[in-house]
């Protein structure tokens, strides 16, 4: 089994910035793409930003120029980058990641709470 512990949420004034890691964990596996999702209360999981494993990148619309997602394969490691927040931008933010041990399948962390005051 894969484990993705998640790091860095917090509480932080609109226009503040955070940075969020997520780090993959376990034994003989591998990685393909790894994202960040986010759910705010009485909203549907949505997409923030997802990154392949040879570095292109996706963002949502309502981030773009705002967050930057990028990875240290070497540490199984992805990150979210958060500038310029907003209050919108409150919510739990989830890690994920494609892993494979004998079949690819999704893997999600626990999450973490990013609460944007204005």
């Known amino acids: 089994q894969v484990q993705l512990v998640e790091s860095g949420g917090g509480l932080v004034q609109a226009g503040g910035s955070l940075r969020l890691s997520c780090t993959a964990s376990?034994?003989?596996?591998?990685?393909?793409?790894m994202g960040w999702y986010r759910q705010a209360p009485e909203k549907q999981r949505e997409m923030v930003a997802t990154i392949t494993s040879g570095g292109s990148t996706n963002y949502a619309d309502s981030v773009k120029g705002r967050f930057t997602i990028s990875r240290d394969n070497a540490k199984n490691t992805v990150y979210l980058q958060m500038n310029s927040l907003k209050p919108e931008d409150t919510a739990v933010y989830y890690c994920?990641?494609?892993?494979?041990?004998?079949?690819?399948?999704?893997?999600w962390g626990q999450g973490t709470q990013v609460t944007v005051s204005s």
């Open positions: 994920h990641a494609e892993c494979k041990l004998r079949y690819w399948r999704d893997y």
């Open positions: 376990g034994r003989d596996f591998s990685i393909n793409a």
